[in-house]
């Protein structure tokens, strides 16, 4: 293996529903099994206890063998972010060195993956009365109002969100009102190498054939429902202190479930809105890897060959 492996960190990504758990499980095989690799999950979604079915969380048999970080750590009323992330994949990167594992990141959270690549704001802590204030301004003026005022006052950070990517716009103006900066001169632009030291080798495994995602997509959402999606919804809709502003319950899938126990939506409308949904996270997913640097790109197909590969890929020396 090219360098050290005890200064290796193995990124593994790509779009929903390709298969990435059954790599990194195949790639921990092939690299000496759990004593020797370090599973650190990238999913936002897979953090939250109790949401199990609509997220595709491995299930125990397949934890008890192929142990993840960064599973089951928060409960679904305690929200998760980047910066966590970010600190707490350090921390597992830094025990597993201690253990001589050889740490893979894995998962299709981009803006996770992307914090952790390239580094992420020191910035303050929210501040709930400000974000209160916030809020009622985006429900009274609207997101575009809001948008071109951040657009005035840290144009960098606005080219980077969306007007109605709600959490991250009024999170932007949240810090200009607490610190007096703009949030982009905030930013801790110290990457993955120089925060942790070793070699970063990074890997998506993206679909040859957008029609058969799309398929496999609707195909494993039916399967959800099958094993019982819609009762793990009622419970968390049953739920006094969740509601549907909460980032755990506007995960993909969550939000529409929601919405139906709600009675917003009809049966068929949920299932429809929850797959298109799901299509276009995977579409936003590959819009993300398109310009991607530094990146391995690994045709989708049976984890084996494609763990295999990787394998292979990690023993090349990497170009300067």
């Not at 998760?80 to 740490?103: K, N």
């Not at 803006?111 to 809020?135: H, Q, T």
């Not at 949030?183 to 970063?200: H, K, Y």
């Not at 993909?252 to 797959?275: C, M, N």
């Amino acid at each position: 293996m090219n360098g050290s492996p005890d200064r290796l960190i193995v990124v593994l990504t790509g779009p929903t529903a390709t298969g990435k758990t059954d790599v990194a499980c195949a790639l921990q095989d092939h690299l000496g099994g759990a004593d020797r690799v370090r599973l650190i999950s990238a999913d936002s979604a897979l953090v939250y206890r109790g949401m199990d079915i609509g997220t595709a969380k491995p299930d125990a048999a397949m934890l008890s063998e192929y142990p993840h970080d960064l599973i089951d750590i928060r409960d679904p009323a305690d929200p998760y972010t980047a910066a966590d992330f970010v600190s707490d994949t350090d921390e597992a990167i830094g025990r597993a060195r201690r253990l001589g594992q050889v740490p893979i990141v894995v998962g299709g959270t981009m803006m996770y993956v992307k914090s952790f690549l390239e580094g992420i704001a020191e910035l303050p802590e929210s501040d709930e009365e400000l974000r209160a204030e916030l809020s009622a301004r985006y429900e009274a003026e609207g997101a575009l109002a809001l948008h071109s005022e951040l657009e005035t006052v840290d144009p960098k950070a606005a080219a980077g969100i969306h007007p109605n990517n709600t959490q991250r716009l009024l999170r932007a103006l949240e810090v200009v009102e607490l610190t007096g900066q703009p949030m982009s001169e905030l930013w801790n632009q110290a990457d993955a190498r120089e925060r942790l030291g070793g070699e970063v080798r990074q890997f998506a495994v993206l679909p040859d054939d957008r029609s058969r995602l799309h398929a496999r997509i609707e195909e494993r959402f039916e399967a959800m429902l099958a094993a019982g999606f819609l009762d793990e919804m009622q419970t968390l809709f049953d739920r006094a202190d969740l509601h549907p502003g909460l980032p755990s319950m506007r995960a993909v899938g969550y939000r529409q479930g929601w919405q139906y126990l709600a009675g917003e939506l009809e049966e068929q409308e949920f299932r429809t809105q929850a797959v298109t949904a799901t299509r276009r996270l995977a579409k936003r997913q590959m819009t993300w890897l398109r310009g991607w640097q530094d990146l391995t790109r690994l045709t989708w197909g049976a984890p084996e060959p494609i763990a295999e590969n990787i394998v292979k890929q990690l023993h090349k020396q990497v170009p300067r």
